[in-house]
């Protein structure tokens, strides 16, 4: 789940998921489920660290992924390698301060990004380590195509093109939209959709070089951080219907997404980042470690949203909104809760409420600006209020 610079995708999704905000960044490890058996297992546990953003080797017996924390000073998050077979898991030499990895499909190389080299670029590094290399300039979350020739990129702005690592040419894909997605046969490109466009999983069918075939299509209304299925008929992404992020598979023709996976948890302690193996029996993910968490005191009512009695999150007025709006809430007894602001891929922007409240209707203030009071781009974001396990979610338009 990316946790530096995102714009949605979400709406999306991601996040996805890659928090710095990662909010108890040391509680998150990679899980992988295992679809044929069902069962789910924890591959990762780094001390005084978080996993995030899993990508699996061509032969499945290692993952690359996000080392958020101690272990990757001197930098906040740096790219490791876990051994499946012995649990081990090591720095990538190379990738020092990167994050989001993408294994190439030979399994030769590892591409990622750097956002502490300017400007914020993709590159890449031998599996096993080495001298890093450009593959573009400003751009993120590197998807390779099949011959592991091309990656497709996204610039954080909407734009999705695809860059041929040898020739240099770039075609364009949409502007849609970030977090781009490979289809394993060429075909298609997943992303997530811009919230100008009504945000969640997108397709665009492609050609061998990476040109459109075509207008994007919408998969779904939410939801982040596309992965395919071996076979390409398949999609899993994250969402979050009733305020705490699973995961949930889609097939590629569209359709009624299915849960497939996921941990109790709130916003900030969800599932992020999934990334299917090459043979499709596996997905791995990010998920919050807290074994005490559990469903108690939460209901969910006919329209799939998450709610407790007297306790309320309404839906912010106006909205859209461009420079303030509106979040009214109601609590039936004296609470402490916390009222953040997230953006689609699962960031922490905004705290508004951290605090003991009495019971009764209150309302606050939110004038589109981060936790350092800098304006915060057109977009989608979320509000999350939370009372210990109860939650609830609504989202927010913010136009410039």
Known sequence: MKKKNYILNFFVLILIISFSTKTKAQSFDIYVLDKKAGTTKRVTSIANAGEFNASWSNNGKKIAHDVVGDPASPFDQSIFVTDLQTGTSTPLIGAEGGNDAAWSPDGATIAFDDYHVSPYSI???????????????NAHHASWNPKGNKIAFDDNYGYIGTKDIYTGFETFVTYYGDHPSWSPNGQYIAFNGASWIGGGVWIVKVDTSGNPQG???????SGSGPTWSDNSKEIVFSDWPNGDPDLYSIP?????????????????????????????QYVAWSSYTDESLVESNKKINKAGETTTTGFELKQNHPNPFSSETIIDFQLAKPSHITLVIYNASGQKVKTLAD????????????????????????????CQLQNGTNVQVRKLSLWR
């Open 123 to 137: 590159y890449s590094v031998p599996a096993n380590g080495g001298a890093r290399s450009v593959l573009r300039y």
């Open 215 to 221: 207008w994007p299509v919408q998969l779904t209304t």
């Open 252 to 280: 590629v023709t569209g359709g009624t997404p299915t849960r497939i996976a996921g941990r109790i948890g709130g916003f900030d302690k969800g599932d992020y980042d999934p990334a299917f193996s090459n043979n499709g």
């Open 355 to 382: 605090a003991d409240y009495e019971a009764g209707s209150y309302s606050v203030r939110w004038n589109g600006k981060d936790q350092s009071n800098a304006p915060l781009a057109t977009g989608l974001y979320l």
